[in-house]
C-alpha cells in the first residue's frame, strides 16, 4: 500500500507526520518503507527529508537495511525551490519514479512517501505534485496547520484532492494556545470532527490503511 503525505504548504509537518506514521504502523506490526521521489534543498546529506524519513524507518524494518538515500530519493537537487525550477533541464522521469517505487515496495508492506510544497507545486509545466499521487496510486494524508488562514488553506487542498481518496488531519502545533478559539469554531459549525496528528496517530493510522 502506498500512502502519499501531502500537506497545505511547505514546512507543515509532511515529515513530522510520516516519522508519527512509520512509527505507528511499526506498532502495528507492518513493515514500513519510505519514499521522497523529488527533494529540493538537498545539500547536507544529514539534513534532508530523505536522511530523517530513512533513518526512522530503519529503526524497525531490516528488509530495508540496504537501501540507500539514492534509493529512495531519486530526484535530488541543490535549489530550495519548486521542483520545476530546481531541476533546471534534468527531465522527470514518470519510469524512474515508479521504478524506484518499485524496488522499496518489495521489501515492504506499506510505503510512506513523502511530498514537497503543497499539491500544486510544479514538477514539470503540465505536471504536478497532485499528479505524483495518482501515478503512485496512494491514499492521501493531507496535513494543515493549526495558525491563521489555515481554514482557506485546508480548504483549496481540499477541493483539489476532492475525487481523491483522502484524509484530513490538522499538525496542532502554529499558535497552538489560539487555535480553539480562532480556528476550531468553524469545524463545530460544518460538523467536522478533526483529526489531530500527534494525539490521534492511531485513529490516522486505521482509517488511512482501510
Ligand atoms: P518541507 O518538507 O520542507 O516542505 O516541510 P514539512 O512539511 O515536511 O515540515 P516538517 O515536518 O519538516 O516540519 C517543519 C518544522 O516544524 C520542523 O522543524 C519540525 O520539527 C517542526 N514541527 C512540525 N510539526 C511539529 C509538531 O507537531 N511538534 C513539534 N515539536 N515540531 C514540529
Ligand atoms: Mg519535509
Known sequence: MNIFITATNTNIGKTYASKLLIKEFSKQGYKVGVYKPIETGFNKIEETDSFALLKEAKKY??????????????????????????????????????????????????????????????????????????LFQAKTLLVSHSGLGSINDSILSKNALRDMDYLFCINLFREKESFREITYPYYQAINEDVLFLEEDISAIASKISL
Open 61 to 134: 524494518n531490516k528488509n530495508i537495511n540496504d537501501l540507500t538515500i539514492d534509493d529512495i530519493c531519486p530526484y535530488q537537487f541543490k535549489l530550495p525551490s519548486a521542483p520545476i525550477v530546481a531541476k533546471n533541464n534534468t527531465p522527470i522521469l514518470k519510469e524512474k519514479l515508479l521504478s524506484s517505487l518499485e524496488k522499496i515496495k518489495e521489501l515492504c508492506d506499506i510505503v510512506i512517501i513523502e511530498g514537497a510544497g503543497g499539491l500544486f507545486v510544479p514538477i514539470e509545466k503540465d505536471f504536478f505534485m497532485i499528479d505524483l499521487i495518482k
